[in-house]
């Protein structure tokens, strides 16, 4: 593992790792040797996928190995701009793009609302890759206003993610800001952040000062992104324990990745490692065909053999949904291995976890 000689008070500091985030070749050099197709990745993205890492998520990499998860996900390589990938997938695979900038309203009753391009570490794989080339920009109060304004007259929203980039990296102050117009709007009952915060950078619920904004706007949920068992740190651990101490309920979604996360064990490991820190493991989503980084896609036999492998080994409670996001904005499909055999009426021939055929009559009286 990679070591920083820094003070403890340092260390635990949310300012001091996103000040001393490693973001150019030189930096990065420091710390890991780096492969040639890293290195030229890194000269080619710049501008376009830009190079973010913060030293506590660089810390919990093996330099020595060269297929490390944590490094497949944050460190740049040439095959992401390479035309065999590039001519794959969209920017925006699921039309996020809305009837506001930074809003999106897919299904009636919820908002999507992207307030900031900013992200403690850039994953290679996101979604909204097509952001990072815009700069690390926080929406406007005008930008803000316009989406809370079209929120507040569509009676049908019942329920706001707050999205990004990162928006628990903005100040408290615009935080508190959006959180403030939204509790104003009656039918808005469910508020939600997606943040990658407790896995990059788990020092920003560290500090009080977050916690009392959005406990101060309850209820909020978080939805988090944990890929693979290492980034289940003590740290972690410290910061989701804050967060779930504020009555803020903590669910995860994490992205099936190839070398990353593709393996029945792995994945059986993570969601161990999640309910162990009372985080609910909630979506398994398959990689979208986006631009750049369709090289992270694996088969949906590969998803449907871990969803398989899960059953039996862990409680339902630790059993994601394993989704595919459909094209053009269409919606999400959840996926599960076939259980039902074969039906004749109300007979059934179901498949159990241990491949046993139960025939099964199912009548209501
Ligand atoms: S933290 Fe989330 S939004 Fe930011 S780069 Fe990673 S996956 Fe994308």
């Given at each position: 593992m990679i070591r920083f000689n820094v003070s403890k008070a340092e260390w635990r500091s949310y300012g001091w790792q996103i000040r001393n985030r490693i973001k150019t070749l030189e930096e990065l050099s420091r710390y890991v040797k780096l492969l040639p197709e890293e290195v030229e990745g890194i000269k080619r993205t710049q501008g376009l996928y830009p190079l973010a890492i913060t030293p506590y998520y660089l810390s919990l990499m093996d330099p020595e190995d060269p297929q490390d998860p944590i490094r497949l996900q944050v460190i740049p390589r040439a095959v992401e701009v390479e035309e065999e990938v590039q001519k794959h997938g969209e920017p925006d695979a699921l039309k996020e793009?809305?009837?506001?900038?930074?809003?999106?309203?897919?299904?009636?009753d919820r908002a999507l609302m992207t307030?900031?391009?900013?992200?403690a570490s850039y994953c290679r794989?996101?979604?909204?890759?097509?952001?990072?080339?815009?700069?690390e920009r926080a929406r406007s109060k005008e930008e803000i206003d316009r989406m809370i304004a079209y929120i507040r007259s569509h009676e049908e929203i019942k329920d706001v993610l707050i999205s990004g980039?990162?928006?628990?990296?903005?100040g408290e102050d615009k935080i508190d800001y959006v959180l403030r117009e939204l509790r104003k709007i009656k039918h808005v009952e469910i508020i939600r952040f997606g943040t990658r915060l407790p896995v990059l950078a788990p020092q920003r619920f560290l500090e009080d000062r977050l916690l009392d904004t959005l406990e101060r706007y309850s209820p909020i949920w978080i939805n988090t992104h944990f890929n693979h068992s290492r980034e289940i740190t003590e740290l972690a651990q410290e910061a989701i324990d804050r967060i779930l101490r504020r009555g803020i309920p903590v669910n995860n979604q994490s992205v099936l990745l190839k070398g990353v996360n593709d393996e029945p064990q792995e994945m059986l490991k993570l969601n161990r490692e999640l309910l162990r820190i009372k985080v609910k493991p909630q979506y398994l989503f398959h990689c979208d065909p986006i631009k750049g980084a369709v090289h992270f896609r694996t088969t949906v036999d590969k998803g449907l053999e871990i969803m398989e492998y899960l059953r039996g080994r862990?409680?339902?409670?630790?059993i994601p949904t394993y989704a595919v996001d459909l094209p053009g904005g269409k919606g999400k499909v959840p996926l599960l291995p076939n259980y039902v055999i074969s039906r004749q009426g109300d007979r059934f021939t179901f498949r159990n976890y241990k491949g046993e055929l139960v025939d099964y009559e199912i009548t209501e009286l």
């Open positions: 793009e809305g009837p506001v900038p930074g809003l999106t309203h897919r299904y009636p307030i900031t391009t900013f992200c794989y996101c979604m909204r890759k097509r952001i990072f080339s815009q700069g980039g990162d928006p628990l990296s903005l862990i409680s339902g409670m630790g």
